[in-house]
């Protein structure tokens, strides 16, 4: 080990680094920060309230640096030829140990201070995302890579590529960020988390000059120019806002396989993240095409592996590819499966498809749930303001229902012409989404137990929802609207030896 590892007294112990007491000192920052934008929003007239705050953030820093401290001492770790064992806790001690052969993925990030501080934090994940394994924050970059070899030492082999690089970042690909959801929904959470900061700390944001000033020139100006102003410096606030979310993000990126038995992914620009996943452990991708993704030629890549954290954790860990070109994603879907990535084309393209529709009935339900969710209501709250109001909103409703029944028409349609399932060699293939398009490529060994579910209107239209629970991802796929006689047959053969037996008793039961 390098001359920068800290060792704890017994065999082969050790401490993260002490510089990481500096890491955890900067929790204050975000809300000193707050403070002093408040000040300067309001001329410097700060409220008594803040004053008591600012007075418990000092008192917490003081506690929560010196609980940081004792952990520190206490936390120790080692790893031996079999397994990573962490001693934790000051007064009542715990020793964790996982098995190196349970160690499915290990995660290393740098914040912008880690990387100042030249350390990195390490988390290994396991089968069991309930096990527990805790993160080892901070270690030394070289010491970090160290630790992930000996973690990641009984990865499966495999045949290495002549070009083990999937893919690399290329500038190019910042143009797909402004067709993200974080164009809008960026900008308003960042409006939401000024203003829920601000009352926090007794600041009414429509109280400051600033704001009454620019909601007093907007009102003096026609709406039909305001409106449309506004609409266009939101979006191209969301656009640069995306955009910078983007590089920070995926900056840097290079998909790559590690001596044939890992996948590796570096990505982040001022937060750097590397995830690195054992190859058996791999056991399917997902391509997602959002709507206006799509629209653009675009696509995205995750991978579906066991040992990526919860859910939350498992969206920010399992990506391989950022939004990028179509063609792309489709290039390293496959070379991350091994094999060439199903992709059949849509079954109005004139070429025919591998993919199994659902029958006719899938279609109608979409077409009954777009107009009973989005027609209907709308339309009856408008026609009862009319009532009530004035009779002018029955032309309204008029033109709103017109227009919600031709767009749940497109929605069902397109819903209903991108569903599709099926097997293409060893992979389970399932493809839906209108608004958020999905091609899974999931190993059939994978599948560890069906699920069938129907609802009563499902079972009088003779249809039936399948759902795949695997150990990978987060846990379980859907196979929407399946013919109810055709789903048994399907399930058994995707996966065989889950079903047949109850299919026997069925059958059985039925001649009794």
């Known amino acids: 080990m390098t001359d920068t590892t800290r060792r704890a007294p017994g065999g082969g112990w050790r401490r993260t680094h002490p510089r990481t007491l500096l890491v955890h000192a900067t929790w204050p920052l975000p809300p000193l920060a707050s403070l002093g934008a408040a000040a300067v929003l309001t001329g410097g007239r700060i409220p008594p309230g803040t004053w008591i705050t600012l007075a418990a953030l000092t008192v917490s820093f003081a506690v929560v640096t010196a609980v940081g401290a004792v952990r520190w001492a206490r936390t120790e770790f080692r790893v031996t030829g079999a397994a990573l064992e962490v001693r934790t806790g000051a007064w009542t001690r715990r020793l964790r140990t996982v098995p190196l052969d349970r160690i499915r993925t290990v995660d290393l990030t740098a914040t912008p201070l880690h ?114 102003a506004a609409l266009l410096v939101l979006l191209a606030a969301g656009a640069v806002g995306a955009v910078a979310l983007y590089a920070e993000n995926w900056w840097g990126h290079r998909l790559e396989w590690a001596d044939g038995s890992t996948l590796r992914v570096r990505r982040g620009l001022f937060t750097t993240r590397t995830v690195t996943i ?77 993919l199994t529709r659902p029958p006719r009935a899938a279609l109608r339900r979409r077409r009954l749930r777009g107009l009973c969710w989005v027609t209907l209501p709308g339309t009856a709250v408008l026609a009862g303001g009319a009532a009530a109001c004035t009779p002018a909103l029955l032309v309204w409703a008029g033109a709103y229902a017109v227009v ?8 069902a349609r397109e819903a209903y012409r991108a569903l599709g399932y099926g097997l293409c060699g060893g992979h389970l293939v399932v493809r839906s989404g209108v608004f958020g398009r999905d091609t899974l490529a999931l190993e059939r060994s994978a599948v560890a137990a069906w699920t069938f579910s129907s609802t009563p209107f499902g079972r009088r239209a003779g249809l039936v929802t399948l759902t795949a629970a695997f150990a990978a991802g987060e846990g379980r796929h859907r196979i929407p609207d399946l013919a109810a006689a055709r789903a048994p047959g399907f399930a058994a053969g995707a996966a065989p030896g889950i079903v047949e037996e109850f299919l026997v008793g069925a059958a059985e039961s039925g001649r009794r």
Do not use: C, K
């Open 115 to 228: 990387r100042v501080l030249r350390l990195a934090a390490l988390r290994a994940g396991t089968a069991g995302e309930g096990s527990g394994v805790p993160t080892l924050d901070a270690l030394p970059v070289a010491e970090a890579r160290q630790v992930r070899d000996a973690l990641l030492a009984r990865a499966t082999p495999g045949a290495v590529a002549d070009d083990p690089v999937l893919a690399r970042f290329s500038p190019r690909w910042l143009r797909y960020a402004p067709l993200t959801f974080w164009v809008v929904g960026g900008v308003l959470i960042a409006a939401g988390t000024v203003h829920r900061v601000l009352h926090g700390m007794g600041v009414d944001l429509w109280e400051l000059g600033v704001v009454r000033r620019a909601f007093a020139a907007f009102g003096t100006v026609s709406p039909w120019l305001t409106v449309p």
């Open 278 to 354: 054992d190859r058996a452990r791999l056991r399917g991708v997902l391509l997602r095409e959002p709507l206006l993704l799509r629209a653009g030629g675009g696509a995205a890549v995750r991978a579906v592996a066991g040992g990526l954290g919860d859910r939350d954790e498992n969206r920010a860990r399992s990506g391989l590819l950022p939004p990028a070109p179509r063609a792309l994603a489709v290039r390293v879907a496959g070379g991350a499966l091994g094999a060439p990535f199903p992709d059949p084309p849509l079954p109005d393209r004139g070429a025919p498809t591998a």
């Open 404 to 411: 919600s029944a031709a767009a749940v028409e497109w929605a």
